[in-house]
């Protein structure tokens, strides 16, 4: 290593760069693959559900349920389930995000159906 410091070093970037590039192809392959296999599918719309309400409850679990609790009692969040709210109101709250919600986290049917899920539950 005393003739020639710079080879050791040079080698190591070269091996280096050429790994981030074969695993980056792979990587690319990887998606291909879970896409044909059914897997990543992120969007609670596409799955089948019976009524409306199972699928507010799916969003709900997913979106909504880490601040205002599982059984809609409030966590960091107010709690859902006094009865005080209307379908228009829940679907407002969706839309603007009062507080420290942030606004427009499901939009269209996926609101419309985690509306119907907390009016279902708060009976």
Do not use: W, Y
Not at 29 to 41: F, K, L, M, T
Not at 66 to 85: F, I
Not at 93 to 120: S, T, W
């Amino acid at each position: 290593m005393r003739g020639k410091p710079l080879f050791p070093f040079a080698l190591t970037a070269f091996l280096g760069i050429g790994l981030i590039i074969v695993l980056s192809f792979v990587g690319i392959n990887q998606e291909d693959i879970a896409s044909e296999n059914g897997e990543g599918n992120e969007n609670a719309a596409e799955e089948e559900f019976a009524s409306p309400v199972e699928l507010g409850e799916n969003i709900f679990e997913g979106t909504c349920a880490g601040c205002h609790g599982g059984d809609l009692s409030g966590a960091s969040g107010p709690p859902l389930n006094g009865g005080n709210l209307s379908h228009d109101d829940v679907l407002a709250a969706i839309a603007e995000g009062p507080g420290n919600m942030p606004d427009g986290l499901v939009a269209g049917e996926e609101a419309d159906a985690v509306a119907e899920f907390i009016m279902a539950e708060s009976e």
